[in-house]
């Protein structure tokens, strides 16, 4: 089985502020944090952005084959921020498309906030 050492998507994208910027709102003043996140697709790991939203959970956004994806998680079924997470930690929200390739960064930022509950 293949290692999960490969990182897809750098945290210069532009979209990477935006989305950052949009979550923080949304997570009533917490500070999203970068994180290497398994995907749901592949043996990899992608550069994912958490942040808690709205007192109940957290929210997991990264990019995988052009298009941005985002997982909203229940309070507990998460590890502690600052811990590794691996594929059994992430299974427990089914992954939701929410931008293509070629959006701008703002645009995929009002589909992430149109997407969560």
């Known amino acids: 089985m293949p290692a999960l050492d490969s990182t897809v998507v750098s945290f210069d994208d532009a979209a990477v502020v935006s989305i950052s ?52 998680y229940d309070h507990g079924d998460l590890p502690d921020r600052g811990k590794q997470l691996g594929p059994h930690d992430v299974m427990w929200a089914a992954p939701i498309m929410f931008s293509s390739a070629g959006s701008r960064p703002s645009d995929v930022a009002s589909a992430l906030s149109e997407q969560l509950p």
């Open 21 to 72: 910027r949009t979550l923080q709102v949304l997570a009533s003043g917490s500070d999203p944090e970068r994180v290497s996140a398994p995907c749901h697709k592949r043996m990899e790991h992608h550069s994912a952005i958490r942040a808690g939203y709205r007192g109940r959970g957290d929210v997991l956004a990264y990019k995988c084959d052009f298009e941005w994806w985002v997982r909203v």
